[in-house]
Nanobody
Framework: EVQLVESGGGLVQAGGSLRLSCATS????????IGWFRQAPGKEREGVSC????????YHTDSVKGRFTISSDNAENTVYLQMNSLQPEDTAVYYC?????????????????????WGQGTQVTVSS
């Protein structure tokens, strides 16, 4: 059974940092692409960052470039999202997801429908 479990969310002041973790199991980690998505209240879920675990290539959406960094520990089957210089507009539920048919992670972007396994989400709240 494929499982993705997010952790590391919380409340932080603007300008602060958080590191999210996505622990995975039930599949061959190097065969999948992992993405981080977020959904703010009243808004659609959007892609934030993704990583092709087989070669370490990454993509970050423009709004987080220079602030967020995605990485993976292939020995631990875990993907991380380091979030620095957080702003109130980063407040959302953050989800990690796995793409079994990819890799769908490039400068052309990545999309919800390309990812077929999802975690339960972790709340990130940034106060001003």
């Amino acid at each position: 059974e494929v499982q993705l479990v997010e952790s590391g969310g919380g409340l932080v002041q603007a300008g602060g940092s958080l590191r999210l973790s996505c622990a995975t199991s039930g599949f061959t980690f190097d065969d999948y692409t992992i993405g981080w998505f977020r959904q703010a209240p009243g808004k659609e879920r959007e892609g934030v960052s993704c990583i092709t675990t087989s070669d370490g290539s990454t993509y970050h959406t423009d709004s987080v470039k220079g602030r967020f960094t995605i990485s993976s520990d292939n020995a631990e089957n875990t993907v991380y999202l380091q979030m620095n210089s957080l702003q109130p507009e980063d407040t959302a539920v953050y989800y990690c997801a796995a793409d079994s048919m990819g890799p769908h992670c490039s400068a052309d972007g990545f999309f919800l429908y390309e990812y077929d396994y999802w975690g339960q989400g972790t709340q990130v709240t940034v106060s001003s």
